[in-house]
């Protein structure tokens, strides 16, 4: 079963199909999904429901959590944050996208410092990881700001619309974050 998490402004909640208008709203705003790894554009009708539903599969096997991040005092969806567990290797990959009414509030990094606790203290995780694009270093700040460590750059290592993009990966593994709550 998937928790749900409290943080100073926010509610992390696993994702209920009623949050699919507003996923494909926020999700499917070409600044959104311009510098992330995986969101369509246009973000087709039904896809949303589709992911959801997906999330509740992989939240059910421990193979992933998805955790829609509202706001605690209007329950507003405001993006999404989440771990894929890659269960032989005992880590996880931190994602998150934030809509674009909501850039610059520190929602991300807040909602990341909860779920990367998640993934060392509940999970037992050995390792958490991310990426972002290069030309989205507002992400990077937000591994950065939850204490992970730049690992690596990769050159033209992803296609996104046509057009090779440089990732940044950043990584944490678990004595460190131990180190750092002491």
Known sequence: MQPTFETERLVLRPFE???????????????????????????????????????????????????????????????????????PHNRGELAYWVGRPFWGKGYAAEAAKQ??????????????????MVKNPASSNVMSKVGMKHEGTFKQHISKWDQFEDLVYYGMIKTDYDNMVK
Request: proline residues 3%.
């Open 17 to 87: 199909l009623g949050d699919s208008v507003q996923v494909q709203k926020l999700a499917g705003d070409i600044e959104v999904a311009r510098t992330t790894l995986s969101i369509p554009y246009p973000y087709p009708d039904g896809a949303a429901e589709s992911w959801i539903s997906g999330c509740h599969g992989r939240s059910e096997t421990g193979d992933g959590f998805a955790f829609a991040m509202v706001g605690k005092d209007n329950s507003v969806l405001i993006g999404c944050i989440s771990i894929n567990i890659a269960k």
């Open 115 to 132: 779920v990367v606790q998640f993934g060392f203290e509940t999970l037992k995780l050995n390792k958490i990881w991310a990426a972002a």
